[in-house]
């Protein structure tokens, strides 16, 4: 049988793993409306087949969406992910921030969907990490490790941002980032430029691409949304 290029780079853990790992950040990373909220127990039976340290991380998570009310599971949400852009899910902010560079990148992210057989979400960027994960866990393992790989250093700054907060959602990030290549020297250069500049800005003559709101406006997030394929296994 043909070995994935995922398996090969990373043979201390299966490529089933890594799958279940994917969809599950795919879920609990979502906006946690009541659908969300019901595809938990979904996780908690997936994770079971996971090693002993990646289920603690996932059931950790799960445990705690699980025991709040829903309204402080989404306050706390919108303030984690969409109050700071340093905690932004979406992976091309860092690389293009507000310019017109990042329309072209995530054209490029949408074209990987289409090139595996899927239709890019109408409702959700393509670079939207949920998206991102979902499309690996259950589209093309291979494209969407290369897709996650090429992001190391944006979400390596997203665990970082999130473990300066206290957030529970560190240790999940933390547990996608274990399933990639460690950030070579040229992605820990880029990522203390990026800390020190902040993501690339043009002041004038943009069609802005969502980013993370201004304090005390919320904005609803769909996630994960279901990319226009037939499933082939996972949570859904």
Do not use: C
Not at 29 to 37: A, H, T
Not at 65 to 84: C, I, S, W
Not at 133 to 147: H, I, M, N, R, W
Not at 181 to 193: K, M
């Amino acid at each position: 049988m043909r070995r994935r290029l995922s398996d090969l780079r990373h043979p201390g853990r299966s490529g089933a793993d890594r799958e279940v790992i994917w969809q599950a950040a795919s879920v609990l990373l979502s906006y946690p409306d009541d659908p969300m909220l019901g595809r938990l127990p979904l996780v908690r039976a997936a994770a079971s087949s996971l090693p002993r340290r990646d289920r603690q991380v996932v059931l950790a998570l799960v445990d705690d969406l699980a025991a709040l009310e829903p309204m402080a599971a989404q306050t706390r949400y919108v303030e984690t992910f969409d109050h700071k852009r340093r905690r932004t899910l979406y992976l091309t902010y860092w690389v293009a921030g507000d310019t017109r560079n990042r329309g072209q990148a995530i054209l490029n992210v949408a074209q990987t969907y289409r090139a595996s057989g899927a239709m890019p979400p109408s409702d959700e960027l393509a670079d939207h990490l949920t998206v991102v994960l979902e499309f690996a866990a259950t589209v093309d393992p291979d494209a969407g490790y290369a897709l996650l790989a090429g992001h190391v250093t944006p979400l390596s700054m997203l665990e970082s941002a999130l473990r300066e907060a206290g957030s529970v959602y560190a240790d999940l990030v933390g547990l996608v980032v274990s399933t990639l290549p460690a950030p070579g020297p040229d992605d820990l250069a880029r990522a203390r430029r990026l800390t020190m500049a902040g993501p690339p800005v043009e002041a004038v003559g943009l069609d802005p691409y969502p980013t993370p709101l201004p304090h005390g406006v919320a904005r609803p997030a769909p996630g994960p949304v279901p990319l226009t394929l037939e499933p082939t296994g996972g949570l859904r």
